[in-house]
């Protein structure tokens, strides 16, 4: 008697025990949580190199001029047009803590770094960036693009929904900014669409069309950008980074990411007073190329 209630007992542990796992699996595979594919706001962590293709078009005579003045850090990635390795070559504008623009402001660590944040509101939708702590406005009022806007570092844009793509429209860049990394240039005639799109509730797509008929000889389509959706959490972990085993990042939001010139200063006069920032620093030098 003794052996059957026992048997009856092990009998209904493995019944309570096989219920409470099966939810869990079934869970595990049930389809990904449902999303709005109208709603791209949220933290977002880029992927991929800091550059907008892998190739781009050909320069205008103008442009291979302005290009000819550009002289990027000794950097390597697959679109190596010139690199200088000497820093007292360098004439990156962020160099000296001029903001960093955009497209450049997407990715200008690379490696997944540089969270930027998007907010709806009911008249417009805000871009906000960790570099700086700077935001652009997406205007979706009705108003038009200015024909002649006075340069802003990162332009005029309105922006308006077709179908599940949000479309964004700028113009009005101060071309003092470089497009990536690279130290690709542009000019004031550059006109930029963007198309957002989030394809689950965990990744977004991006794909940027420069047209700027002064500076390149046709249109510049980059690669398909991709983000990754970063969780509101309940602290900011500024310093850490990473990836769990689900593939989903982890780390803070979006930081205070400030280019000081205290910070430059101190940077340059006492670990590198031989580079670039050293020598404006010290001697109260202009930026080359300005």
């Given at each position: 008697?003794?052996n059957?209630?026992?048997?009856?007992i092990?009998?209904?542990?493995?019944i309570?025990?096989?219920?409470?796992?099966?939810?869990?699996?079934?869970a595990?595979q049930?389809?990904?949580?449902?999303?709005?594919?109208?709603d791209?706001?949220?933290?977002w962590?880029?992927?991929?190199a800091?550059?907008?293709?892998?190739?781009?078009?050909?320069?205008?005579?103008?442009?291979?001029?302005?290009?000819?003045k550009?002289k990027?850090?000794g950097?390597?990635?697959?679109?190596?047009?010139g690199?200088?390795?000497?820093?007292?070559?360098?004439?990156?504008?962020?160099?000296?803590?001029?903001?960093?623009?955009y497209?450049?402001?997407l990715?200008y660590?690379?490696?997944?770094?540089?969270?930027?944040?998007?907010?709806?509101?009911?008249?417009?939708?805000?871009?906000l960036?960790?570099?700086?702590r700077i935001?652009?406005d997406?205007?979706?009022?009705?108003r038009?693009?200015?024909?002649?806007?006075?340069?802003?570092?990162?332009?005029?844009?309105?922006?308006h929904?077709e179908?599940?793509?949000?479309?964004?429209?700028?113009?009005?860049?101060?071309?003092?900014?470089?497009?990536?990394?690279?130290g690709?240039i542009?000019s004031?005639q550059?006109r930029?669409?963007?198309?957002?799109?989030?394809?689950?509730?965990?990744h977004?797509?991006?794909?940027?069309?420069?047209n700027?008929?002064?500076?390149?000889?046709?249109?510049?389509?980059?690669?398909?950008?991709?983000?990754?959706y970063?969780?509101s959490?309940d602290?900011?972990?500024?310093d850490l980074?990473?990836?769990?085993?689900?593939?989903?990042?982890?780390?803070?939001?979006?930081?205070?990411?400030?280019?000081?010139?205290?910070?430059?200063?101190s940077?340059?006069?006492?670990?590198?007073p031989a580079?670039?920032?050293?020598?404006?620093?010290?001697?109260?030098?202009?930026?080359?190329?300005?």
């Open positions: 008697m003794r059957g209630v026992r048997g009856w092990v009998a209904l542990m493995t309570v025990a096989f219920s409470a796992v099966a939810p869990a699996q079934t595990a049930s389809p990904a949580k449902p999303f709005d594919p109208h791209v706001s949220g933290v962590v880029p992927t991929g800091g550059q907008m293709s892998a190739g781009r078009p050909a320069l205008t005579e103008w442009g291979k001029e302005k290009w000819s550009t990027p850090a950097r390597r990635t697959p679109m190596a047009f690199y200088f390795e000497g820093q007292a070559e360098w004439n990156d504008p962020i160099l000296w803590c001029d903001p960093g623009g497209p450049r402001a990715w660590t690379g490696g997944g770094r540089g969270n930027m944040r998007i907010v709806h509101t009911p008249t417009q939708t805000l871009q960036f960790e570099r700086d935001w652009r997406f205007w979706m009022d009705g038009k693009l200015l024909e002649k806007p006075e340069p802003r570092w990162f332009g005029y844009s309105i922006a929904w179908g599940d793509i949000f479309v964004v429209e700028s113009n009005g860049f101060d071309d003092r900014a470089w497009i990536d990394l690279n690709s542009f004031d550059m930029m669409t963007e198309r957002y799109r989030r394809v689950d509730q965990g977004l797509e991006l794909v940027i069309t420069i700027d008929p002064k500076a390149y000889v046709e249109p510049w389509v980059s690669d398909k950008k991709i983000f990754n970063l969780p959490s602290r900011v972990q500024a980074w990473g990836t769990k085993a689900d593939g989903t990042p982890y780390g803070g939001e979006t930081r205070e990411d400030l280019c000081l010139y205290s910070e430059q200063e940077f340059f006069t006492r670990i590198d580079g670039l920032g050293g020598r404006l620093s010290i001697q109260g030098e202009q930026p080359p190329n300005r």
